[in-house]
């Protein structure tokens, strides 16, 4: 009788196994991809609009800090997905010279692009 308790414990420790593979692994990598999916599209959301914001501070490179309605009319066109979104735009001193917010719920996942 030896044999079979050896085969059942082993058949249960395996399937609890494949249980716990099932239970953790396969949730925990369909959030690395949404994660990843997410980041990236935020990225190439910031480098686009990083890349417009640029052209209008090469138009005026002296005073371009002073155009902040401009700016944030800007800041304002969004993609039509409604997600909540802060943007913003800062000098080199690190003040504020354009925003549009939204109030965002945690977990914030946050993205910069150099103008």
Do not use: C, H
């Amino acid at each position: 009788m030896q044999p079979k308790k050896n085969i059942a414990g082993i058949i249960t420790w395996l399937a609890a196994i494949v249980t716990g593979v099932i239970v953790i692994v396969f949730p925990l990598g369909y959030f690395f991809v949404s994660y990843q999916y997410m980041a990236a599209s935020i990225e190439t959301e910031a480098e686009i609009n990083a890349d417009i914001i640029s052209q209008i501070i090469g138009v005026n490179t002296e005073y371009w800090e002073f155009e902040q309605d401009r700016l944030a009319e800007q800041l304002a066109r969004r993609p039509g997905k409604g997600y909540a979104e802060t943007r913003r735009i800062v000098n080199t001193k690190n003040e504020i010279i354009a925003e549009n917010a939204d109030k965002l719920k945690p977990p914030v996942i946050m993205r910069s692009s150099y103008l």
